[in-house]
């Protein structure tokens, strides 16, 4: 099956610009999460979709960033405006119903800098 | 507040010997315990989860992890190391009674197999 997709994979951008994520998970999972993870640390979870609700938005900087998952399969996350600690990986991974959040699928990440 | 700890940066270990990545936590409650791999450019991976049964979990790539109540500890062993072993890992809690529970990742564990 094929994994989760996430695009750009890098990104470089001015402080002060906005930019956009996109992540397409595996085909079925109904669960989407965003996480950012900071160079040397673990991955810290933004925000949690179930289909296209959100369960769980409680660590998302909701001031600058945002997200959706409109139709409940892909996802944008976006930052405006971008500040210099946002420079970090940001990972998408998704989970099916059966499965719950103990087994996470993760994409390759956009790994995202701000001068 | 569920936490995890994984007290050293990098292991080293030469190729054929056996490795031991550390992983304590804190959760109220049975934990739900994860470990993923990190390799570079990759998004993560998952090895093996703990939720109930036998203290010794197998997962893929011939790693296993002991759960170990009394030292609440989970750490991650493999017999015979591989160079391609070489990569991150990350332990991770669940404690899931709450509704705003989350997976919690460690910081991570670089692990680097000599060749």
């Known amino acids: 099956e094929a994994g989760v997709a996430q695009s750009p994979r890098y990104k470089i951008i001015e402080k002060r610009q906005s930019v956009a994520f996109w992540c397409n998970p595996i085909?079925?999972?109904?669960?989407l999460y965003w996480y950012q993870q900071i160079l040397g640390q673990g991955p810290k979870l933004l925000i949690q979709f179930q289909n296209n609700g959100v369960v769980d938005d409680s660590q998302l900087p909701k001031d600058r960033f945002s997200a959706e998952r409109l139709k409940g399969v892909d996802s944008t996350l976006k930052i405006q405006p971008a500040k210099l600690e946002d420079s970090a990986v940001y990972l998408c991974?998704?989970?099916?119903?059966?499965?719950?959040?103990?087994?996470?699928?993760f994409g390759p990440g956009t790994r995202l800098t701000v001068t | 507040a569920q936490s995890v700890a994984q007290p050293e940066d990098q292991v080293n270990v030469a190729e054929g010997n056996p490795l031991t990545v550390k992983c304590t936590y804190s959760?109220?409650?049975?934990?739900?315990l994860f470990w993923y791999v990190q390799y570079p450019n990759r998004g993560l991976q998952f090895l093996l989860k703990?939720?109930?049964?036998?203290?010794l979990v197998k997962g893929s790539y011939g790693f296993e992890a002991e759960f170990n109540k009394s030292q609440t500890s989970f750490h991650l062993k493999k017999p015979s190391a591989l160079v391609s072993d070489s990569a991150l890992y990350f332990c991770a809690v669940y404690a899931g009674f709450n509704r705003d529970d989350k997976i919690i990742f460690g910081k991570g564990t670089r692990l680097h197999i000599l060749p």
């Open positions: 959760v109220s409650g049975n934990p739900y």
């Open positions: 085909s079925g999972h109904a669960t």
């Open positions: 991974a998704s989970s099916s119903e059966l499965a719950g959040p103990y087994e996470q699928y």
């Open positions: 703990y939720i109930t049964g036998d203290n």
